[in-house]
């Protein structure tokens, strides 16, 4: 090819490639200029992200919870329970500087205050002027709970927690001439005990777990020969007792923390929509009670030191509070006592292992002692 014909076709060659790469440029630096906002955009938003996270200026400590005077104690008393009205009880009788484990107070005839040593399988009494003596001392299974007959004779719910057996037993006055009720052989494990005016008894089955529900309540006929269920598939029945009319049986739950209220159409025989709950309690534990003249109930709460007050309704209306309770000491208060034709509460409790060891205290209740079957 000529030179000259060279130069043109390089010159144009030149031109084409000059005005494409021109052309080229320009495209990619509009690219990048498109894509320069974007990127500023997530690097600021990024930034604005660390910077919330990252700690303030002035180091501001997080919130936090604090205890007050109403939830520093061991056993705080519920919020639904703070307001109700509440009394202080007295020390009435120290039982024993140990920490034994005291149940089932029951006024005999004469007036002397009868109550369990389980951990001495020893029946105790205790006379108005404080005078202790020993009634009688068991074999396994050992008292858990009294009741006094019209005759005078002490009926004892005995039982064998490690075993998980018990019976029933009877004895004079005096310990002696003992009988027994229910055998060990039938099954039960006996916790409680409470007369009906015939002189049947109602008594609970402390048997089974919250998941394996096998205790109840059972009913013995006055002359002993029949045991009929009336309340079943309980886990671990404790405390039971009737109202005035005999026509309410009462029954804590100790493993669900319940307080059944049981209509009956007679002895042993539940009335249609006779069953209901009438009370969850918080922590532990309902164990055994008593009813007054007007049909309050009084539910002694093991593990909290003090007794739950409760109208016919089953609705909470106040409470006797033992000393030390917020210190941890008294706690194990496991049952009580309602004085026949007064409105005196006593109440058994041990502080285990706190150093104050065994006591009755002393408290009144909204109303007399419920006219018991062994009084009549």
């Known amino acids: 090819m000529p030179t000259s014909e060279k130069e043109k076709s390089t010159g144009r060659l030149e031109a084409v490639t000059g005005a494409g790469s021109g052309s080229g440029t320009g495209s990619g630096r509009r690219r990048r200029s498109a894509a320069l906002p974007r990127r500023t955009l997530i690097i600021a938003a990024l930034c604005a992200s660390l910077a919330a996270c990252a700690p303030a200026a002035r180091d501001v400590p997080a919130p936090k919870l604090a205890y007050d005077a109403e939830t520093r104690g061991p056993v705080p008393i519920p919020p639904a329970e703070r307001s109700l009205q509440a009394v202080v009880a007295e020390p009435w009788c120290k039982v024993s500087d140990e920490g034994l484990v005291l149940e089932g107070p029951a006024f005999a005839r004469d007036g002397g205050l009868l109550f369990c040593d389980v951990s001495g399988r020893r029946v105790l009494r205790v006379t108005p ?12 299974p050992g008292p858990a709970g ?7 004779r002490v009926f004892i719910a005995a039982l064998d927690l490690h075993a998980g057996t018990g019976s029933v037993v009877a004895v004079k006055p005096d310990g002696t001439g003992l009988q027994t009720v229910v055998p060990q052989s039938a099954g039960y494990c006996p916790n409680d005990l409470v007369f009906d005016a015939r002189g049947g008894f109602y008594f609970t089955d402390f048997r089974g ?24 598939r309980l886990a671990m029945a404790n405390g039971v007792s009737l109202n005035p009319d005999g026509r309410e049986l009462w029954v804590t739950e100790f493993s669900r923390n319940l307080l059944h209220r049981v209509r009956l159409s007679d002895a042993t025989t539940v009335a ?9 309690f918080t922590g532990p534990a309902p164990d055994s009670m008593r009813a007054d003249g007007d049909g309050n109930l009084y539910v002694a709460m093991y ?14 209306i106040g409470q006797v ?5 917020d210190e941890g000491h008294n706690l194990n208060s496991t049952s009580l006592a309602i004085k026949p034709g007064a409105n005196d509460l006593y109440v058994v409790t041990t502080d285990g292992k706190g150093g104050r060891g065994t006591t009755i205290f002393h408290a009144r209740g909204f109303a007399k002692a419920l006219p018991l079957y062994s009084h009549q």
């Open 321 to 325: 509070l033992l000393p030390g309770r």
């Open 146 to 152: 009294l009741a006094v007959h019209k005759d005078g």
């Open 272 to 280: 249609p929509i006779g069953t209901a709950v009438a009370y969850h």
């Open 209 to 232: 777990t919250s998941t394996d529900p096998k205790g109840g309540v059972y009913h013995v006929s006055p002359d002993f020969k029949a045991v009929t269920p009336v309340l079943p």
């Open 303 to 316: 593990g909290q030191g003090r007794v739950l007050a409760f109208n016919k309704s089953g609705i909470p």
């Open 129 to 140: 002027e404080k005078r202790l003596s020993v009634v009688l001392t068991l074999d396994k």
